[in-house]
């Protein structure tokens, strides 16, 4: 697959499921951590209201979705308003006609945007401060039997593919939806998914790479044992006969 506007061919996660051999197997998905903590969630809805458009939290959940591709519930969101209106971050904002009483839409305070403006400036990277969990949990593999190791990598690697396939035919229609919106419209989720996709592609060559890599050392333990147990190996650390 070549993913576009970056112009560097990669395979598609259907190739990918076929050479793994186990599409057919399910099992827990890895799936990428999204909105972990309070601290950059609550950002995330200041940021989302910082154009100064007045949203209840359904809007919010919908918007954010459609920039994302991220599914997430309405009510994270309205319990986050209301935590930022008691703040001052937020305040409550008419309901248009005909609108939906019961759904309270809020706008950002000039305190809520300022605050916004100075986390964004000065927040660390991004990935500074993400946990690899992948790497994490793949540094304990070997103290688990070689059928465990070979059961987990092949699950790892199958619920990875199926992730990037979705992500891929999500791409697709994020391209479609681009093409067909207006140029003055901002539309960053095809290039948003674009890097979620090469994410999954590099984990997945990372699996590759570590079940070679444990594979060519058990290879080379039990070559290791064989040479122990047979009589040269057995005499090789005896002192030599003198004449």
Known sequence: MTIPDEGKAMPSMKTIRERSGSEGRRGPVLEESTLRGGG???????????DGTPRHGYALMKDYQQRSGTPIGSGRFYNKLQRLA?????????????ADPRRTPYRITST??????????????????????????????????PAVVSATLDRWRNDIAMRGARIEEAHA???T??????????????????????????DIEFIDEFRRA???????RAEARVSRNTPAGRGSGSRPIRA
């Open 40 to 50: 950059f969630y609550r950002y995330l809805v200041l940021g989302l209201l910082r």
């Open 86 to 98: 008691a703040e001052g971050l937020v305040t409550t904002a008419a309901n248009p006609p005909g």
């Open 112 to 145: 809520g945007a300022a605050s916004f403006d100075v986390w964004l400036r000065d927040s660390a990277n991004p990935d500074s401060q993400r946990g690899d969990d992948l790497c994490a949990h793949a540094l304990l593999l070997t103290a688990a039997e």
């Open 173 to 175: 229609r994020a391209l």
């Open 177 to 202: 939806t681009r093409r067909a919106s207006p140029p003055s419209a901002f539309y960053p989720l095809p290039v948003v998914l674009a890097r979620r996709l090469k994410h999954a592609t590099a």
């Open 214 to 220: 444990y594979e060519q050392w058990m290879r080379r």
